[in-house]
């Protein structure tokens, strides 16, 4: 049990990573030239009346 437990601790030591590795992998990823949303909303007040809003936003 405790050669597991040194092979999992050894494990993890060897592979972590960074924040400083994380950031620059955050950074380095790829995004869209651009993006758009589309939410629908549907809205239901106590007597029953029903109302859909759209929102749409550019980015």
Do not use: H
């Not at 030239?33 to 939410?39: A, E, H, L």
């Amino acid at each position: 049990m405790k050669t597991f437990w040194k092979l999992v601790f050894s494990t993890t030591i060897i592979f972590s990573q960074t924040g400083i590795e994380i950031a620059r992998m955050f950074d380095a990823k790829k995004t869209p030239r651009d993006m758009s949303n589309v939410s629908n909303m549907i809205l239901t007040n106590s007597k029953g009346k029903v109302e859909l809003t759209k929102w749409c936003q550019d980015l």
